[in-house]
């Protein structure tokens, strides 16, 4: 990869882990789905206008939408109200395994021993941070954040299908900017159901709701994904999936210097677990694709 790729590469990992980093004062006195609304708001009318509307598939993205964003970000950031910014990333992370999982299930795709053993790894890697002392009595959050991996993967899989189906009908940025515009009021919806005292959240909103709303939308949406697909577009899938293994590095670093989260033993080997674990998967991938 040429030096600028790398850095560009970098700026995914670092922008997208801080990005839970961000959020995590927001969540704590505003409401997380709202939250998420106003993000996907925000990218929405950023990139709405740059791309064509994908007329033939626009019901299926709405799916994708409901599931792979709406459903994701309101468990996972829901999740993160209860737990510490670092954690949360790191339980994410099962994002990866989960999607491996569906892909055998419903897209009828094989796993290897490197795979089998990525996952089981990872799994063990949540359970250690799970039994962390300063985690007892927050299941209920690494419930949610699990959930919303699961969401994320089962989205990736349906997205998946319609590239599949619809060979060429969307670019990257047209798909992010669609499924923003069409996640956007969704998560109105549920925020409305599931939440109240929206007026006064929404007047009563200090400056920090609003930076991590732009800090969401413009910086980790829209520049994170730009700068992802910049590097996807000139590199294989293998060469820069790595990269994003320093996501969690990102978060427990940013929760540690900027929140005061503290970073256990438990926190520290059961993450290694999780990156070592999802680095094995990705190390199988890469070889499965020089080969080919």
Request: with cysteine; glycine share 12%.
């Amino acid at each position: 990869m040429k030096p600028v790729d790398v850095l560009i590469a970098l700026c995914v990992p670092a922008v997208w882990g801080m990005g839970l980093v961000v959020a995590k004062p927001a969540v704590d006195q505003f409401p997380p789905i709202l939250l998420m609304t106003l993000r996907f708001g925000v990218s929405a009318l950023l990139l709405v206008w740059f791309v064509p509307i994908p007329r033939k598939i626009l019901g299926r993205l709405a799916l994708v939408a409901l599931v792979g964003s709406t459903l994701q970000y309101g468990l996972s950031f829901n999740g993160l109200r209860l737990l510490d910014a670092g954690t949360t990333s790191l339980i994410v992370q099962a994002e990866t395994p989960f999607l491996l999982i569906i892909s055998v299930i419903w897209l009828g795709e094989r796993l290897g021993p490197p795979k089998l053993i990525g996952i089981l790894i990872a799994f063990v890697g949540i359970y250690v941070i799970s039994g962390a002392p300063r985690l007892e009595g927050k299941w209920l959050g690494i419930g949610l954040a699990l959930g919303g991996a699961a969401m994320w993967a089962i989205g990736q899989a349906m997205m998946r299908r319609v590239n599949e189906q619809n060979p060429g009908a969307m670019t990257g940025i047209g798909a992010i900017a669609w499924i923003s515009v069409l996640a956007a009021p969704q998560l109105l919806v549920a925020s409305l159901i599931f939440e109240n005292n929206h007026m006064h959240h929404l007047s009563s909103a200090g400056p920090m709701v609003w930076a991590t709303v732009a800090y969401l939308g413009i910086v980790m949406t829209a520049v994170g994904y730009s700068c992802w697909y910049h590097v996807l577009g000139r590199y294989p899938a293998s060469t820069v999936a790595p990269f994003l293994l320093l996501l969690p590095v990102s978060s427990v670093l940013g929760g540690w210097l900027f929140l005061g989260e503290p970073i256990t033993p438990p926190i520290l080997m059961g993450g290694s677990l999780i990156v070592f674990g999802v680095g094995l998967m990705t190390i199988e991938r890469r070889r499965i694709q020089a080969a080919a």
